[in-house]
Structure formats: structure tokens, C-alpha cells
């Protein structure tokens, strides 16, 4: 499956992967909307880890063997047979945060605003390339096949 | 008097109604314009502190911000310009000398722009390059008046004795710089530009068969890979000059002078030098690279000789070595010099040549434009009969395929880009190469910074660029009926001038436009 | 005359027709035939300028050097003729024999000599043709077109059949006839801007325009040729005398520094011939003739054609017998050998070389 890799040495640290995250899961996905005009308000479902002048993205790395698929009681996280990605259904997520508790890389939060639900990555469901890949400046995140 | 208030060159605008409040702005700017005010939720600029390098500008995720010039504060006449007042207020602050990056940019005649190309029409067919080969091959180096050769029974077999025709025992044929186009680029030092920029030139200069310049900041271990296609420089600092160094390189290159600053050595301040710079110039840590103003061991033309033929002497003649001088008053003579001392190529500077840090004075008023620097120094060697003897390299401000051909046609037999591959790599002529701040990653040593240059997308803008010039040269070449370069070389038939003076075309050797053959 | 001095400061671009004859074993024949071959492609000229070749026709003074000189002026004459005189034993002075032709007119006074240079000179061929220089751009108004031995040229402003006629050339035999009509792009017409060009017993006439001028005449100046005229000619003619007389190369060789073959097949040859070629167009690669060109160049000993790199002007090379004949087009040879052994097209960059007394022609073989 085509998976996201990090080049943590070209990262500026701008965040502009998180910018666009935000946007892609928002519901105009319209930036200055997604801003000013949508309630609840987006969250990026990635984050950018910083400590001094190394910083990096980091995303959900949809684990062959993943944890959060053992831990969900509701089976809400399933994964994706076709693109192998790890998904989560808010439908059928009760807010119980194991995925949380069991993920080794600490890429799953829970919503701040709205329903109480977890939120991660979902490689931008339907897009030809997440869009943090797309919309890197530098090139510091790509997405290849394994 | 009071105390004056900051100046302020630029103004950030922001639009407010595209502003989100993201904060890219915030993150990006090495010079703390942007803050964010979590009370308000807004990103607030304070102007006084932009640089006019545009990098948040070309990031915002919603175009809200635009730099522009300041209004002038100043109340103008011809004679007292914005920049006059504000040079002399900031000299009036501080008692410095005022310092600056890049070239000139004072308004002197861009002589590039008042000369003009032929082309073929019914009396000789152009050519036409998407169908017809066209070369841009270009050796440079010694060579030769005339072959020595034999012809054994249908055989071409050049003999490898050529010694007997030259004046001094000169490198073999063989160790001529081979440029698959006419362009390399200038000399640039690891420590003044970033290990990221060097590693974009130098993969691009191998992608693209041509060199790239080590200038005088040594040659960073990592690097040696790419030895030929890298000139190395021993500048009058000798930093990271050695053994492997010089052999690991394809050509030697005396550092005389630079166009930007002519006169004076190059300058690194201590807090540029860390860890690699300090390996690789081999000076210690935190100590400024003062390159001396002369070179000490050369304080005239028969103690360059000894230099160059001490650089053969331990290259066993295995490579050319060349020397780079400035375009001042008396180039030309110089240039002949030079040529006579035994360098195998002459590189000449001109006026709008860059710098990581010059003195602005200097930087703005001495030297003279390369475009006059090349017609006379290939006139001179021309009369003298020596221009065979050495390669001619101009530098100094190039910006397109033009500039390069009109260079070549006055006689260069190519031409050094380093303004044009920073511009390529993300620089916006900030001119403030010297605060080692540059947000493009170019120009600093700062880790937060040299990181925003990836060197793939790097090499792959400068080979772009490399790519992009050579095709316009073969369109341009091949309109003028001629497929390959050294026939266009020193061919100022092909040029006419607009708007200049007789003592102007006479320099250039050049007829006024209307003028037939 | 009258526009002499602006042919001379200006280059002109020309459309030509040339043609060459040689007979490899020095049988002689007159100027009528070429007079016909050249005739045939009137069209190929507009009356601006014709001229000729012929190597062999002065065997009683085989051993003098030829000068055909124009002048303009007496006051002229006597100042060359004094120059000479100083320098120069002159055997004999006589004006060339011309008969009066309608369309021929304004010619200027036509004279030559045949001199040998006072004193011993270590290289007497050098001092001759420093005297030339010396008198084409230091004597106003006199201009010497033919210097070679037991050779000379006759040119003028006319239809190249007309300058035939009015210089008599049925009355000369000669192994090696060349000729030339031009068709120049702008109207002005000199007697000395005519073809062929000759220096020493170099002639040259060439069909084409130089683009690579500049660089060529700037790189002749390197060795001290100083172009008097702003001809391609006179630069092809410098560029043959450089290569083959002081430099010591073939005929095949100064062919590929002329018309270079390209770096995409020199990277196809075998090591040691990619060797030479590399290094030939690196050493000599200012003398690479850029443009579209036909040339034929003759001296005592040969007849050389030769096309540009990438053949933009006609040449068409035949041979019957001992006799190799090239001209721009095919009729002018079948006009004067309706049965040749064999017509060729010379490829661009292949030489086509004529030696006397030696084999026979042959033009290189390809390495394409």
C-alpha cells in the first residue's frame, strides 16, 4: 500500500501540512471558510512534532499490525481492504478512547469541538495523494508504495 | 537630536478578510515580523523589520499578505534619494561601515540591454534546433596553436606530444574542462551559502555536464563525490586548501579578486562558523575567516607565475588552473598577464557580480560592467596573439540566456551564473546575505533555515534552469544559421548596439544597429 | 572603381555559381570550355562580378611570382610600382591583354609583373604575401588580386562568360581552371570584390555566407592575417594557407576543421580517432566554417571542393578520365563532359581532392 514517509531533515516546521488538513476535513473545504466560518471548527488530523530546530509531520502510519484495531470494542476502526488503510467509522465510535491509549505513535486524538469521537488520519480518503504530501513546500513528506 | 526611529524599507500588508490566523507567517520569518496575539486571535506584522526577502508572502496559504516598498518618509530631491538618507542616518547611528549582499544595483548602463542579436534571413537558411543537431560543447583550458598529428594508413591519431608549440609545459589536451553547455557556476563558499545550496550545485552541475565552484570555503567531505565536476578555489585565505582537495577537483582556481568587492578578501563572520565550517576550512570554531585583501605570498605578476606553477607542480600538471580576477580600469593588460604567467583560463567579474558580504561602498562603485571587461580582454589577447593560450570565463549578473549569448558572442568562451542560480533556488535579492538570516536557506548557517532547501527540489530548479537557457541558446544560435557554439564565440559580427555611444561600440567592438556588414 | 572603397568596408552576402576543372596529369586545355560550363548558369549570377582561375599558364616564368594588380589611379600605380621596385627584381611589366566587350566597362588599369623578391629571405612565400597585404590595405586605390607562380586570376565586374571573353582566356591553356559568377546582394560593385580570391597561388571561389566571420577573422588575426577585404573568400583562402601551408595538414584534414563533423559522431568513432577529432576541433575550433558554403580551392598542386557540416549549398563533383570537374550544378559539367565515369554529389563535410601528378581523386570515405 502507499504509505507516507517523512524527511524530518527538509521539514521547516511550518505547518502548513496541518493548515491543509484542516481544510481537506472540513466541510466547505474552503480555507478562508474552514477558518472564520465553520462550526465545529476543523481540526487537522495530523500533527507537526517540534523540538528545537528538528521538527516533523506526523500522521497515522496505518501499522500492518495495528494496535487500535485490537483495542476498538465497537469495531469503529476497521481497515480499509482495498487501500489498506486504518480508518475510523464516527458512527459506530462511542468515545472510548482505548485507540488512543494503545497507539504507539500518538497519532490518534480525540475531537475538541462537536462529537466526542477519536480522529486520525484517513490518507485523505478519495484523493489521488493526501494533501500534506501534495501541499509540502519543501518536500519533506512524501507517499510511495512500499 | 532625538533618537530617529527604525526605518522602515518595507510594508506588510495583510488582508484581514483572508487572514485565518494560521500562523505560517509567524513560523517561517527569521526576522520576527509576524507575532501572534492568542487574545485577539490575530497575527499582527511589525514592518520595521522586513527584509523585502517576500518568503512568507510565497507560503501564505490564503495570498492575505503583500510586501511592498515603504511609501518614501523622506522628502526626496534628485541629489538626497531615499537610500542616501537612509545609509547616512543608519552610519550616523552605528559609525560603521555599511554592509551589503549580492551585486550591484545602481543604475549603471546594463549594457546587455542596448545590444541585440542577428538572425538568418534569405541569404543564409536558419537552423532550425528541434531538427538539426546544434552544439553547445564548449573545452576550457590551454590549448595548442596548431596539432601535431600523423596519419597512418587511414588511421587519425592525434601524437600526445603537443609541448614543442607552447611556452610552458601545459596539462595535456585531455585534462580540458568539457561543458556540455557554456554556463557553470560561480564561485560560492560553504560557509557563505548553505550545505544544501552546494550539494543543489553540485548534483546539478553533474546532471547537466558542467562545474560548479567550491569558492574559497573548502570542499565538504561529503562532496569530493562530485570532483569532476567541481573547480576548486585557493583564495588568499588558503582555508580548506590540502592535498586531497587539490586532486580531488578538475580544475584549480586562483581567487584574485571578486566583482562585488574588488580589493578586498573575503569576510565570514565567527558565528557562521560551526562545526563542518570550521572542519572544512579547516580553521577552529567560532574564529572569523578574514580572507587577506591580497594574497600575501602575490604582490606582483611573476609571484602569481610561481603560484600557478606551484598548484601544477603539486597536480602534476594533471589539471588546468585558472584565475579569477575582478574587472577594474586596467583588466585587459591584467587579463594578459595572467594569461602569460601560465593560467589556463582567465574568469573575469564584472561590476554586478554578487557577494555574501561586501561594503556597500565598494560593492557600488568599483569595477567596471563585464560586457566592456570581456570585449577588451579578448581584443588585447587577440592583438597580442595569446588568446588561444587561455579560456576567457566572464561573470558577474547574467539573468538570462541573452546576456550568455551576447557574452559569448563578444568573446567569453562561457560564462560563470551564481546570482541567477540563487534567484532559481528561491532568493529575492534581498541583499541581506550578510545577517546569515536568509529564510530561503540559502544564504545561512542557521539550522532552523538551511533545512528549507531540499537539495532535490533544488538541483532539479537549477538543472531546470540550465535546461531551460541551453534550449533558448541553440533557438537563438540556430537563427543566425550557425549549429555550434564556437562558431558564435568571439563572433561580434552577430552583434549590433542600440543607444550607445562611439567610444562604447568601439570598446565593444561592435557596430551600431542599422549598420550592415 | 568608383565603389571601391565601399565594397572593400562592407561584407556582402552573394549567391554564386562556381565551377572547377582539373586534369590530374597536367594536360593543359584553354579557357573556352570552362568560359561554357560557367555560362551555363547565368542565372546563378547578376553581372556583378565574374572571375577565373587558371594554375599553368605562365611556364616561361614558372619561377616568378604572378602579380595582377588594378589600379585606380596612375598616381597609384607609380606608388605600388615604386614599393615594388624597392623590394622586388621585376622580370617583366605589362598590362593584361583584354579585348573590348559590351557590358564590360568602367574596368580600372589592369597590370602584372613578374618579380622574384630581392635578397635572401628564410621565407620568401611569408614575405610575398606581407607585400600583398602591405599594397591591398596601405596603397589607396591599388589592389593586388593574383600573386601566385605559374598561375593567375582574372576578375571583374561583369557576367563571368563577359570577363572571360575580355580577358582572352581562349588564349591561355591551363591544367586547373576555376571559375566563379556571383550574384551579390547589394549593388555595389568593386573589380577586386570579385572572386576568385587569391593569395600566393591560393585561389578561392565559394558559393555561401559565412555566419562564423567574426570569429574566423578575429582568429586568423591571432597569426597576423589581416583581412584587407570583408570577404569570406579572403577568410576561407587565409584559413586554407594557415592550415595546409604553415600548419603542415592534409587536404582531408583541414576539411574537418572547416566543416567540423559533430561532437554526436566524433562520440561514435573508434578511441584513437575520437581522440584526434576531439582534439582537433578543440584546438582549432575558432576555424570551424559556420554557414551555408560550397567552396573550390586550387593551388599549384590541387583542386579541393567542399561543403558546409550540414550541406546547405549545391556542389556537384564528376570525374572522366584523369579530369575531376565540380561545379554548383550538373549541367554545367555535362555541358562540357556529356559522358563523365561517374557524378556524385559530394556528402557535407567530404572533400572532394584533386592532386596533380598523383592518385586519383578521391574524396574521403565516410566516417558518418
Known sequence: MKRIYIKEEYCMGCRICEIRCLVQHSKTKNIIKAYKGEYPKPEPKMLVEEKGHLSFALQCRHCEDAPCLEACITGAMRRDKRTGAVLCDEEKCVGCWMCIMVCPFGVISRTKEGRKVASKCDLCNGEDEPVCVKNCPNGAIVCRDE | MAKRPVLQDFVVERDESRCVACQA????????????????????????????????????????????????????????????????????????????????????????????????????????????????????????????????????????????????????????????????????????????????????????????????????????????????????????????????????????????????????????????????????????????????????????????????????????????????????????????????????????????????????????????????????????????????????????????????????????????????????????????????????????????????????????????????????????GINAIESLRGNREHLRGVGLSDTELRILGIKAAGESW | MEKLVADKDYRVASGCAVVGIMNQDGKKIDGSAVISSISVMRERSNGLGGGFAAYGIYPEYAGLYAFHVMYKTEQAKGCAENYLNKEYTIEKTEPIPTRKIMGIDSKPMLWRYFLCPRGGNSNEEDYVARTVMHINSGINDAFVFSSGKNMGIFKGVGFPEDIGHFYRLDEYSAYTWIAHGRFPTNSVGWWGGAHPFGLLDWSVVHNGEISSYGINRSYLLNFGYRCALSTDTEVIAYLFDLLSRKHGLSFEVVAKILAAPFWSDIERMPPEEKDFFTSLRIIYGSALLNGPFSVIVGNSGHMVGLNDRIKLRPLVAATSGETLYLASEEAAIRDICPGPDRVWMPRAGEPVIGKLNDRRASSVVSRT
Not at chain 2, 135 to 155: A, C, F
Not at chain 2, 317 to 332: D, L, T
Not at chain 2, 452 to 460: K, V
Request: charged share 20%.
Open chain 2, 25 to 480: 507567517c509567524v513560523r517561517m520569518c527569521s526576522n520576527d515580523v509576524h507575532s501572534y496575539d492568542p487574545e485577539t486571535n490575530k497575527v499582527e506584522s511589525d514592518s520595521a523589520k522586513c527584509v523585502g526577502c517576500h518568503f512568507c508572502e510565497s507560503f501564505c496559504p490564503t495570498k492575505a499578505i503583500n510586501i511592498k516598498r515603504s511609501a518614501s518618509q523622506f522628502r526626496e530631491n534628485a541629489n538626497w534619494q531615499y537610500r542616501d538618507i537612509a545609509n547616512l542616518v543608519k552610519q550616523a547611528e552605528t559609525g560603521g561601515v555599511l554592509l551589503t549582499g549580492m551585486g550591484c544595483d545602481r543604475p549603471y548602463p546594463v549594457y546587455w540591454d542596448h545590444i541585440l542579436l542577428n538572425a538568418s534571413q534569405v541569404t543564409n537558411p536558419s537552423i532550425d534546433p528541434l531538427r538539426e543537431p546544434m552544439e553547445l560543447r564548449t573545452y576550457i583550458g590551454r590549448r595548442p596553436d596548431r596539432i601535431q598529428w600523423t596519419v597512418d594508413s587511414g588511421q587519425w591519431t592525434a601524437n600526445k606530444k603537443q609541448s614543442s608549440s607552447i611556452q610552458h609545459p601545459a596539462s595535456s589536451i585531455q585534462s580540458l574542462l568539457k561543458l556540455e553547455i557554456p554556463i557553470m557556476f560561480s564561485a560560492m563558499s560553504y560557509g557563505s551559502i548553505s550545505y544544501n545550496t552546494c550539494v543543489s550545485l553540485a548534483r546539478a552541475a553533474r546532471e547537466i555536464g558542467t562545474f560548479w565552484n567550491t569558492g574559497e570555503g573548502g570542499l565538504h567531505p561529503d562532496l569530493y563525490e562530485f570532483g569532476k565536476n567541481t573547480i576548486v578555489q585557493v583564495a588568499s585565505g588558503r582555508f580548506g586548501v590540502h592535498k586531497d582537495y587539490l586532486e580531488t577537483a578538475s580544475a584549480i582556481e586562483i581567487k584574485i579578486g571578486q566583482g562585488a568587492k574588488p580589493g578586498i578578501g573575503g569576510h565570514l563572520p565567527g558565528e557562521k562558523v560551526t562545526g563542518d565550517i570550521s572542519r572544512t576550512r579547516m580553521i577552529p570554531e567560532g574564529t572569523d575567516a578574514l580572507s587577506p585583501a591580497p594574497h600575501h605570498d602575490i604582490y606582483s605578476i611573476e609571484d602569481l607565475k610561481q603560484l600557478i606553477f606551484a598548484l601544477k607542480e603539486a597536480t602534476r600538471y594533471s589539471k588546468p588552473v585558472g584565475v579569477k580576477i575582478a574587472a577594474v580600469h586596467n583588466v585587459a593588460p591584467i587579463a594578459s598577464g595572467v594569461v602569460r604567467a601560465g593560467a589556463d583560463y582567465v574568469a573575469i567579474d564584472g561590476l554586478r557580480g554578487g557577494t555574501g558580504a561586501a561594503p556597500l561602498t565598494i560593492r557600488d562603485n568599483v569595477g567596471i560592467p563585464i560586457e566592456l571587461a570581456i570585449a577588451a580582454v579578448d581584443t588585447r589577447l587577440r592583438e597580442e596573439g595569446i588568446r588561444n593560450q587561455a579560456s576567457l570565463i566572464a561573470a558577474g549578473g547574467f539573468r538570462n540566456s541573452a546576456d550568455v549569448i551576447k557574452a559569448i558572442a563578444l568573446g567569453a568562451d562561457t560564462v560563470y551564473i551564481a546570482t541567477s542560480a540563487l534567484v532559481a533556488l528561491g532568493c529575492n535579492l534581498c541583499q541581506k546575505c550578510y545577517t546569515g538570516k536568509c529564510n530561503w536557506g540559502i544564504a545561512t548557517q542557521d539550522p532552523y533555515l538551511t533545512k528549507r532547501l531540499n537539495p532535490e527540489i533544488g538541483t532539479q530548479r537549477l538543472v531546470n534552469l540550465l535546461r531551460a537557457w541551453s534550449l533558448e541558446i541553440k533557438e537563438m544560435l540556430g537563427g543566425m
